[in-house]
């Protein structure tokens, strides 16, 4: 099991784990039956020979591990795996139920202009072609984010950090909206105008509420002192506090 993948819980129906940067959720050759799967594009980052899916397959030997969402590779944080066909179905109804709650932080470009203005939900229609987003202005999928904070990266006037609650999960959703509201993540490889340094680049799911499958219970993980995650300004750092209501997990 390569050390990187941190399990936060784990039950003979699912596990979920802290997927770091730079790591697929699942290869193209793992393409589940729904066809979701999807290879990163090479400016995403270097690729490696595993992925989240096939390392949970090698930690639970007989099980077909199944993702009910994933994480791009440039994106780190919490991903729930399914290792039951009973979990998969459970997981997916809860997504379309609406169940789960899942925070970001997001690393930005300095906003122009009132960063208050950034707060609140924003809706947009997006479609994907070659491996990107697009903003439509009809026939696109409906997507939509709350801004829940606006605050300076300590030490780094010229970047921000975004705390955003994901209300739909659309492929590269974060980032291509981000990109329209005029602060894109810095350093994105694929929205970043730009071209601002890709190692300023940081999206991390941070918070994830979600029905466990064994206890069908809301379950809150969060970690709360990730070293890669660098330093928080105070108000950032309470507020995904309070957002984890329950007691952290730790690693």
Known sequence: MDPELIVLKESPHEVVVWKPAGMASELRDERAED?????????????????????????CPGSDPKLPHR???VTRGLLV???????????GAQLEARAWEKIYLARVAAPIGAPDALLGEHKAFLT????????????????????????????????????????T?????????????????????????????????YLEHVILTY??????????????????????APSV????????RPEPAST
């Open 35 to 59: 066809g979701e799967a999807r290879e990163a594009l090479p400016s995403e980052g270097p690729k490696a020979p595993w992925s989240v899916r096939s390392l949970v397959a090698r930690r």
């Open 71 to 73: 994480l791009d590779r």
């Open 237 to 244: 750092a309470a507020l995904l506090d309070a957002l984890a």
């Open 211 to 232: 029905i466990d499958f064994d206890t069908r219970r809301p379950s809150t993980l969060f970690v709360p002192d990730r070293p890669d995650r660098g330093p928080l």
């Open 169 to 201: 999960g659309r492929f590269h959703q974060i980032r291509v909206m981000c990109a329209a509201l005029g602060v894109p993540l810095a350093g994105d490889p694929l929205y970043d105008p730009l071209r601002r340094d890709p190692a300023d680049f």
């Open 128 to 167: 994907e072609s070659g491996g990107r987003a697009r903003l439509v202005r009809a026939g696109g999928k409906p997507a939509r984010l709350e801004v829940l904070g606006v605050t300076p990266v300590p030490g780094r006037p010229d970047r921000w950090h975004l705390v955003i609650r994901l209300l």
């Open 81 to 91: 795996v399914a290792l039951t066909p009973e979990a998969i179905a459970f997981h």
